[in-house]
């Protein structure tokens, strides 16, 4: 049963570590929400680590130097990773090993703050027919269902290339304005039968990464808060960790509307109107 607090400080004291969201939960895409940013000195006061964990395909390099050009210093935290981190170490390194064949790639979503794509030795192609692997960062500019995207995909399928998935989020909060995110697009692919390699959230190996950290390694009891069940809520539970669900500020407002179930989404541990001491 999901308890109601009123800020994280009613129950941090259970919990050695806290993994905080970041859009929708930090900021709104723009700039910072100030109570959060209030929240994380305390947490830091009071002795507590402090890890950044997106669904962005930012580097967490660029993640750093955007919240710190919003007020949101790296002292703050104690460490920061992304699940375009993920995919660039993944491309970068060439691990697992099935990724060593793969040459060319095609792109699908923003380019935008995806510098680390151009970092690493594969070449960029237009056409499916020219690639090894698909890489989906960011947001869409169009549908989903638009047409040209479809054939594309289409196109990829008949070849059986793989999708690499650097934001598994579907959607993203900007600023109050929503947009698809190329989660959605990697749905899509499965659906007509495409292999997809999804990096972030709720997939286990993002929070592994955290356990390697002694920050945040077991027994340390970790808090996870979030404002999407089916990614932050659902990965965080499946990785045996305590969660915070932020109701007020983030994707989990807009949809309560509909009052959505996510497929396989969990109750959070708790819930909070926004991530606020």
């Given at each position: 049963?999901?308890v109601e607090?009123?800020g994280?400080?009613?129950?941090?004291?259970?919990?050695?570590?806290?993994?905080?969201?970041?859009?929708?939960?930090?900021?709104?895409?723009?700039?910072p929400?100030?109570?959060?940013?209030?929240?994380?000195?305390?947490?830091?006061?009071?002795?507590?680590?402090?890890?950044?964990?997106?669904?962005?395909?930012?580097?967490?390099?660029?993640?750093?130097?955007?919240?710190?050009?919003?007020?949101?210093?790296?002292?703050?935290?104690?460490?920061?990773?992304?699940?375009?981190?993920?995919?660039?170490?993944?491309?970068?390194?060439?691990?697992?090993?099935?990724?060593?064949?793969?040459?060319r790639?095609?792109?699908?979503?923003?380019?935008?703050?995806?510098e680390?794509?151009?970092?690493?030795?594969?070449?960029e192609?237009?056409?499916?027919?020219?690639?090894?692997?698909?890489?989906?960062t960011?947001?869409?500019?169009?549908s989903?269902?638009?047409?040209?995207?479809?054939?594309?995909?289409?196109?990829?399928?008949?070849?059986?290339?793989?999708?690499?998935?650097?934001?598994?989020?579907?959607e993203?909060?900007?600023?109050?304005?929503?947009?698809?995110?190329?989660?959605?697009?990697?749905?899509?692919?499965?659906?007509?039968?495409?292999?997809?390699?999804?990096?972030?959230?709720?997939?286990p190996?993002?929070?592994?990464?955290?356990?390697?950290?002694?920050?945040?390694?077991?027994?340390?009891?970790?808090?996870?808060?979030?404002?999407?069940?089916?990614?932050?809520?659902?990965?965080?539970?499946?990785?045996?960790?305590?969660?915070?669900?932020?109701?007020?500020?983030g994707?989990?407002?807009?949809?309560?509307?509909?009052?959505?179930?996510?497929?396989?989404?969990?109750?959070?541990?708790?819930?909070?109107?926004?991530?606020?001491?």
């Open positions: 049963m999901t607090i009123t994280i400080g009613d129950v941090v004291a259970g919990y050695d570590a806290v993994l905080v969201d970041v859009w929708g939960v930090l900021i709104d895409g723009v700039r929400f100030p109570p959060a940013v209030d929240c994380l000195r305390k947490l830091r006061d009071g002795g507590r680590a402090v890890g950044l964990i997106s669904n962005t395909s930012r580097s967490a390099a660029n993640l750093a130097r955007m919240l710190d050009g919003m007020g949101i210093p790296p002292g703050l935290y104690d460490v920061a990773l992304t699940s375009g981190e993920l995919a660039r170490q993944a491309l970068s390194r060439r691990v697992p090993a099935s990724l060593a064949r793969w040459r790639y095609l792109h699908l979503g923003s380019r935008e703050n995806t680390w794509l151009s970092a690493t030795d594969i070449m192609v237009e056409d499916p027919d020219d690639a090894d692997v698909i890489v989906a960011g947001i869409l500019t169009d989903v269902s638009d047409p040209g995207l479809r054939l594309v995909l289409t196109r990829a399928r008949s070849r059986e290339l793989p999708m690499i998935c650097a934001n598994p989020d579907r993203v909060l900007v600023g109050g304005r929503r947009h698809v995110a190329v989660g959605a697009v990697a749905d899509a692919y499965e659906e007509i039968g495409g292999d997809v390699v999804r990096y972030g959230k709720p997939e190996p993002i929070y592994a990464h955290f356990r390697t950290l002694p920050e945040f390694a077991a027994p340390r009891r970790i808090l996870a808060v979030g404002d999407a069940k089916d990614t932050d809520i659902l990965g965080a539970a499946r990785a045996g960790l305590d969660t915070t669900l932020v109701v007020g500020t994707l989990h407002r807009l949809r309560a509307q509909a009052d959505p179930t996510p497929s396989g989404a969990v109750a959070p541990t708790y819930s909070i109107e926004q991530f606020a001491w």
